[in-house]
């Protein structure tokens, strides 16, 4: 892969996945997606995380096309909807998601949430490695009984774990508990899906004076020094300029403890687990 002067992650398979990217959820449609992509690939962006249920691959898929960049160099995630779960659904919708990407790959592919048939759904994503048509495999938003019924029937451990990662919610027992795979982490809601009382914490708005920066730069520059791989969401072009402006300055290791320091294990998404399973099992995203 071309260094764009970014950092790289090197996964538990040896591919190498930029630690810095897009997130596209709930940005509504193709439309705004691939205007969105398309501005983020310019600022050198050059990692894209999609799904199936943000029904926007094809806009992610347009951009990728258009900007003349070589697709090599451009990591596209994308997720599986419990719908597509299964041994033999689950090519089908892998083909279909190639098909919605307009891409002969895809970069890393996750099983979005932990309900349905998971256990055939990854041994056909195992599967889909083997024939080329996903380079690396992993998992989003697993937990308690299901995480252990998924890893003790993986071949393929998984390369990374999607889960909501920021620093009022470090989730570090989960992340002990995988070292053991070298799973790395993915943050989703990194800077708190936009929370004013997290990016105001004083200690933000301390250090983004010492350093000339954002208090949003320095909560993502806190998560590529904890090793995280990150991509805020934003549609607004000042902010896609600022966000991946965080790799010409270091916090201390006192300033990253000071950070640390703010857990407090809140999540902003609440919904509980049979809630989950009655809303995620019952919507069903369009091909
Ligand atoms: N696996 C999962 O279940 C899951 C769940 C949720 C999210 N994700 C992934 O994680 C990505 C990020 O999560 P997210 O989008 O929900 O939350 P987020 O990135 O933490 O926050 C996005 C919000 O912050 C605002 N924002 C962005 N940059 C800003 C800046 N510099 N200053 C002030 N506000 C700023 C955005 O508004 P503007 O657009 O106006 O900038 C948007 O409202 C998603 O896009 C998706 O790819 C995955």
Do not use: C
């Not at 050198?44 to 697709?71: F, L, P, S």
């Not at 290791?253 to 989950?276: C, G, N, V, W």
């Amino acid at each position: 892969m071309t260094d764009n002067g970014q950092n790289y992650v090197t996964l538990n398979n040896g591919a190498k996945i930029p630690q810095f990217g897009l997130g596209v959820y709930m940005i509504n449609g193709d439309n705004a997606t691939e205007e969105a992509v398309s501005e983020a690939l310019k600022l050198g962006y050059w990692h894209i995380d999609t799904a199936h249920a943000y029904q926007n691959e094809r806009g992610v898929g347009r951009a990728v096309k258009k900007n003349g960049i070589n697709r090599h160099n451009i990591w596209i995630t994308s997720k599986l909807w419990p719908s597509d779960y299964g041994e033999d659904k689950t090519p089908k919708a892998i083909d279909k998601m190639l098909n919605r990407l307009d891409t002969d790959y895809i970069d890393l592919l996750l099983l979005h949430q932990q309900f349905g048939d998971y256990i055939g759904a990854w041994k056909a994503m195992e599967k889909a490695v083997k024939e080329g048509k996903v380079r690396s495999i992993g998992i989003s938003n697993f937990s308690g009984k299901r995480l252990d019924n998924l890893l003790a029937n993986a071949e393929v451990k998984p390369a990374v774990m999607q889960v909501e990662l920021h620093p009022y919610y470090q989730e570090k027992e989960l992340r002990q508990r995988m070292a053991q795979y070298d799973t790395k982490f993915e943050a989703w809601y990194p800077i708190g899906h936009g929370d004013p009382k997290l990016i105001n914490e004083p200690v933000f708005t301390k250090l983004a004076k010492k350093y000339g920066k954002t208090n949003v730069q320095i909560i993502l520059r806190w998560h590529i020094q904890k090793g995280f791989i990150v991509f805020p969401k934003s549609t607004n072009p000042e902010h896609l300029k600022q966000n991946i402006d965080v790799f010409d300055f270091k916090l201390t290791p006192d300033e990253m403890q000071a950070i640390d320091a703010l857990d407090k294990h809140q999540r902003y998404f609440t919904m509980s687990l049979e809630a989950q399973k009655s809303a995620f099992s019952s919507f069903k995203p369009a091909d």
